[in-house]
């Protein structure tokens, strides 16, 4: 198991790669081991519309090592797919190729899959483990299995607030995030695939919404009121995957209340208090702690949201 999770670590690492070109595909990373333990092959999804981890994984094997693939174990991070979308089924491939034995980190949840490349690979007598890593597994494309699942958007609340609990000062645009931080949140819009914030946001702060201070796309921009109310099915149309809700308190507190949420990220300036002003959402009951990480005098902490059973 030691060597499967070994292995598993590498898929990981590799799908990440895939961070922004793979959508609105998910991220997966593809290992093969030779019988007598060497890596003789390695992938991950590139670009969407373009070959799979699997594919790209055998693209790699040399030419001396394609003798090897009959007594090969592959790792992949996601199930293969057994259907025929943009690219063939990775299954058959893998059918195709001998491999011996598959190690798959956790089931893919898109309708198209959800065990059917595990079924198809065990009815071609292929030895296949499934759950190596799996929450990691999970982890990596929680934006992708939200999409699928609850046909919405995966929805990260953020905001920054004082030692104290505020995010303004006496109802003041306040800069509250020092620059380094303020990078990482741009760092994040680029990962995200659009951010959204209240109309009195928009009016009284003029949010740019963009990536200025960081590399990559910016996320689509939207305004929320009652006029122009968010539309969840009309996002999961275009294709939305994960939006960013940056505020104000009200629309912040309306997303808690109504439990639209995935993620929290709030970050606390320990150094900043002031004494009136607009004050922060509360931390709900389900948010469990993910991460925590210290930046000079600002402390971000990421939480999730805890499923009920």
Not at 113 to 129: C, N, S, T, Y
Not at 209 to 215: A, F, Q, S
Request: contains cysteine.
């Amino acid at each position: 198991m030691m060597e499967d999770e070994k292995y598993m670590r590498r898929c990981i690492q590799l799908a990440k790669n895939g961070q922004q070109n793979a959508k609105p595909n998910p991220m997966v990373g593809a290992v093969i081991v030779s019988a007598d333990g060497r890596i003789i092959g390695e992938g991950y999804h590139v670009r969407g519309g373009e070959g799979h981890a699997e594919v790209n994984a055998f693209a790699s094997v040399s030419q001396e090592d394609e003798a090897l693939l009959p007594g090969a174990t592959m790792y992949v991070s996601l199930e293969p797919c057994s259907h025929y979308g943009k690219t063939p089924p990775c299954a058959d491939l893998i059918i195709k190729k001998r491999i011996r034995r598959v190690v798959v980190g956790c089931i893919d949840e898109f309708a198209e899959v959800q065990g059917r490349g595990i079924q198809k690979l065990r009815d071609a007598g292929i030895a296949v483990e499934v759950g190596v890593l799996e929450a990691e597994c999970q982890e990596l494309n929680r934006r992708f299995f939200t999409f699928h699942r609850e046909h919405r958007p995966y929805i990260i609340l953020k905001w920054a607030q004082t030692a104290n609990g505020f995010i303004d000062d006496h109802f003041l645009p306040t800069q509250i995030s020092s620059d380094f931080t303020k990078m990482l949140s741009h760092k994040l819009r680029a990962e995200e695939d659009a951010i959204l914030v209240g109309r009195v946001t928009d009016e009284r702060d003029h949010p740019q919404l963009n990536v200025r201070e960081w590399h990559g796309p910016d996320p689509k921009r939207l305004v929320i009121d009652h006029q122009h109310p968010l539309n969840l099915s009309s996002l999961h149309a275009h294709r939305i995957q994960s939006l960013i809700i940056e505020g104000g308190a009200q629309t912040l507190n309306t997303f808690i209340d109504k439990g639209l949420w995935d993620e929290l990220r709030v970050e606390t300036n320990l150094s900043m208090t002031v004494t009136d002003g607009t004050r922060a959402p509360r931390i709900p009951a389900e948010a469990k702690a993910k991460e925590c990480r210290k930046y000079d005098d600002s402390l971000i902490v990421s939480y999730r949201r805890l499923k009920e059973n």
